[in-house]
């Protein structure tokens, strides 16, 4: 039995050793990308994080955790943290839920429903950047069109970006805007892969329309959900580019996100030791978050 | 098995540092050179608006009139050019000269980093020399960092008043205002609508993204942000009166919508929603293709006599540029009279010398700017945490106030805040 079962495996080993072989030339050139502008970066900036780092310096002296301690008791920074999560929170749970009901609306295809997933599909598809110029524009007290339509219909328009009561809700508003799109196009793909027969057999149970969502739709939603959610939430913990082209963080730190506080103290006062020690408790907090939302979304049982 | 493992790991490590390799020179960046005797010197700066053709004109004519050495220009926003420079300077592998940012204070951290060079040895009042003594006083001050001289003024600007003379003329008003009570008075009057949402505003104040307006309106009543011992002078009873005074107009008065940036402030002047703007000679051009029938006046005068705010862009030369002496030649050349006077003809800014009289009276907008030199001041000159007082303070100061914080309270606490940075131990 030895002897017959020798030669079958040898050919079997070497098939698999030359497919190892290959495999390593074949992903070498991302693992050179990666390498290079990812994990080096990362690891780069741990170490900066333990250094008074200021850019162009020669030397750099090594102050150990400082930066972390002076983080933990810079209020600033405190606020922006409330800043971003406070944001993340309303923008991923808006996203996915109007997301969730613009789906549900939009599921039978017509040339109606088709004109209207691309209308709300086109947002996403814009850079940030520019949709932040735009409704910056837009919502202008003085010259900005949403103000002037107001104004001809007799309401007083609010100053949206400069209240300090209310440029972190229109900056969500159009955060929520932007990326509904994108939750609603993943949701309604997946929502197209739901058998019929669910379905009808639903309906036969005596099911009506909400219980057959519940029951039917929304557990099968949960991959998307599950991916829709965590996108939302690290792209909203990320918070940059709508901040930074609508209010600049301001008015008086009330939109500032912890990424724009980074980019203040890394790139405008270069002190990229106290900039990396923010990004490294970014990481942590985004690694955290999107663990729980894993474990919670139950990944594992959905992937 | 793990022979193959063995092989195909040194070929991957070799793929990898093959490119990574390619990838790190390709990051290089040739900056200067010369060939067949002419020196190519490459020249980085952030003037990206309308005055940029004013600062090609003096490039290209130096170049004309130096053979030997030709200076290339780019521009590229101001933002671009703090994000890319230190790092660049600091490696070698940037350019020649730069103008490293449109704040004065920037040239700290070069100056920190050793990543300029100090321009003392071709300083002198000959041909080819850089004539500091006829730079205005307050900016040489602001260049000279332990008794070196590091930059010279890429262009030297003030703030004065512009005035829109048909808002002007329909509210019965016949010429500009000349002191600070005319010039309140002016802007109640020329604020025009329901009370907390005016169709036309009396000035355009901008608190953000901007150069600065709010230290004009302090200095006038003579209160200020910083006195000579580098503690804050924010809460004194001057600068606490004045900003009494001017956030009242703005938050009760309406004299000026809140929270503006400097874009949104000149977008509401040149859209005529707005009577006055204090400004520098740069929006000039904007403001006249906008249509508006503009005036230039003087900033009016306050209680402590007449002062504006002055601006100037420093130009400083790479420590490890291979043509130090071409570099400094070009810089004696740019801050010439002849450059200055070319400059300021062109550009409506401005000449950044003392020493050249009336030379730029022929222009009326160009004498208005050139005459409030004597009077105009730097905006927390020569100080090395000028950006951190800037964004961390005075900004998030002047913003609360316009939304009706105690003036008082507010500049305790942010004087409090300025000392800490300055490392005043006044308390």
């Keep these: 039995m030895t002897t017959n079962r020798i030669p079958t495996a040898q050919p079997a080993r070497r098939r698999s050793a030359r497919r190892f072989n290959s495999a390593y030339l074949f992903i070498a050139p991302s693992l050179v990308l990666i390498a290079v502008f990812i994990a080096e970066p990362i690891v780069q900036s741990g170490w900066m994080s333990l250094h008074d780092w200021m850019v162009g310096e020669s030397s750099h002296r090594f102050v150990g955790f400082a930066n ?172 940059f580019d709508l901040v930074f082209s609508m209010t600049s963080g301001g008015p008086i730190f009330h939109t500032e996100s912890v990424v724009m506080y980074l980019y203040q103290k890394g790139f405008v006062e270069f002190q990229m030791g106290y900039a990396s020690a923010i990004a490294w408790v970014l990481f942590v907090i985004i690694l955290g978050i999107s663990a729980v939302q894993l474990r919670v979304l139950r990944y594992r049982d959905v992937d | 098995m793990l022979f193959a493992h063995r092989r195909a790991v040194p070929v991957a490590a070799a793929i990898a540092a093959i490119a990574a390799l390619l990838l790190t020179t390709a990051c290089g960046n040739g900056s200067s050179g010369s060939s067949g005797g002419v020196v190519h010197l490459s020249m980085l700066t952030g003037f990206t608006g309308p005055d940029e053709p004013s600062y090609q004109t003096l490039v290209k004519e130096f170049n004309d009139t130096h053979p030997d050495i030709q200076v290339t220009m780019t521009v590229e926003p101001w933002a671009t050019v703090g994000q890319k420079l230190p790092a660049s300077w600091a490696t070698g592998q940037g350019p020649d000269l730069a103008t490293p940012s449109s704040d004065p204070g920037s040239i700290f951290s070069y100056i920190k980093t050793n990543s300029v060079l100090p321009l003392d040895p071709a300083v002198g009042s000959g041909a080819d020399q850089i004539d500091s003594a006829a730079f205005p006083p307050s900016v040489k001050a602001a260049f000279t960092v332990g008794g070196k001289l590091y930059a010279v003024p890429a262009n030297m600007a003030t703030l ?64 200020d942000i910083l006195d000579s011992n580098n503690c804050a002078a924010v809460n004194s009873a001057a600068s606490v ?103 300021s003809q062109v550009s409506g800014f401005p000449p950044a010398r003392t020493d050249l009289g009336n030379s730029t009276a022929g222009d009326p907008a160009v004498s208005v700017f050139a005459q409030a030199l004597p009077h105009a001041k730097l905006y927390l000159a020569g100080q090395s945490v000028a950006s951190q007082i800037d964004s961390d303070v005075y900004v998030p100061f002047i913003q609360k106030i316009e939304r009706g914080a105690g003036v008082q309270s507010a500049a305790d606490d942010a004087a409090k805040q300025i000392n800490k940075l300055t490392g005043c131990k006044q308390n």
Excluded at chain 2, 331 to 337: D, G, H, I, M, Q
């Design chain 1, 68 to 239: 972390y301690t002076r983080l933990f008791h810079d209020s600033r920074f405190w606020n922006a943290l409330r800043v971003t999560v406070v944001y993340t929170l309303v923008v991923s749970v808006g996203q996915v839920v109007l997301g969730l009901a613009i789906a549900s609306r939009l599921r039978r295809t017509t040339w109606y429903s088709t004109l209207l997933r691309t209308a709300y599909f086109f947002p996403f598809i814009a850079s940030l950047v520019v949709v932040g110029i735009i409704w910056k524009f837009l919502l202008d007290p003085q010259v900005g069109l949403v103000d002037a339509w107001l104004a001809a219909v007799g309401v007083s328009p609010p100053a949206w970006l400069q209240s300090t009561a209310l440029a972190l809700p229109t900056v969500m508003a159009v955060g929520i805007w932007k990326n509904v799109g994108f939750t609603m196009i993943v949701l309604l793909a997946s929502m197209q892969q739901v058998p019929r027969d669910l379905y009808e057999a639903a309906a036969l149970d005596g099911a009506g329309a909400w219980r057959q969502f519940r029951n039917v739709t929304l557990p099968a939603l949960r991959p998307a959900l599950l991916f829709t959610t965590v996108i939302a939430t690290v792209n909203g913990l990320q918070l």
């Design chain 2, 160 to 223: 004065a008043l512009y005035y829109n003379k048909d808002m002007f003329a329909a509210a019965g008003i016949s010429t500009p205002p000349t002191t600070e009570d005319d010039l309140i008075a002016d802007a109640k009057k020329l604020t025009i609508g329901a009370a907390g949402k005016p169709s036309q505003y009396g000035i355009s104040l901008a608190d953000n993204n901007t150069i600065q307006m709010w230290p004009v309106l302090q200095w006038m009543s003579g209160g």
């Design chain 2, 241 to 343: 009166s004045a900003l009494t005074t001017w956030s009242q107009l703005v938050a009760k008065d309406h004299i000026s919508p809140v929270g503006q940036a400097g874009a949104d402030a000149d977008t509401l002047f040149a859209s005529k929603k707005a009577a006055m703007e204090i400004n520098g000679p740069w929006a000039a051009a904007g403001f006249k293709s906008a249509g508006i029938n503009l005036g230039i006046a003087q900033v009016p005068v306050g209680s402590a006599g007449p002062v504006t705010l002055a601006s100037t862009v420093p130009l400083m030369i790479e420590r490890t540029t291979k043509h130090p002496a071409q570099a400094k030649t070009f810089l004696a050349w740019y801050t010439s009279k002849t450059a200055q006077e070319k400059f």
